[in-house]
């Protein structure tokens, strides 16, 4: 049984940083590939970095140059590094294991999910 369990999140405000992890058990972790998502209440839940079984990172565009996804698989973790945070950034952030890696960040591409993590940006 996968176990995903996501921390770090928290209230900073407007240009601030945050680093998000994921605890990641139960899945073959070394050289995989894993998503980011984040969703605000009302709104469907979208993809934020993914992470390919060759390091190749992919990141949605309102993201780009300011969050890193990273992975440690030896330490079965998957890592968010968010920096120059804006208050439409306020999300809950999940990580996620997709059914192949193919296809990184479309949430109906997703086998697993965490339960996630609250991001809140003041200005």
């Known amino acids: 049984q996968v176990q995903l369990v996501e921390s770090g999140g928290g209230s900073v405000q407007a240009g601030g940083s945050l680093r998000l992890s994921c605890a990641v058990s139960g899945y073959f972790y070394s050289r995989y590939c894993m998503s980011w998502f984040r969703q605000v209440a009302g709104k469907e839940r979208e993809g934020v970095a993914g992470i390919d079984e060759y390091g190749t990172t992919t990141y949605a565009d309102s993201v780009k140059g300011r969050f890193t996804i990273s992975q440690d698989s030896a330490k079965n973790a998957l890592y968010l590094q968010m920096n120059s945070l804006k208050p439409e950034d306020t999300a809950m952030y999940y990580c996620?294991?997709?059914?192949?890696?193919?296809?990184?960040?479309?949430?109906?591409?997703?086998?697993?999910w965490g339960k996630g993590t609250l991001v809140t940006i003041s200005s």
């Open positions: 996620a294991v997709p059914r192949d890696c193919s296809s990184l960040q479309s949430p109906y591409a997703m086998d697993y």
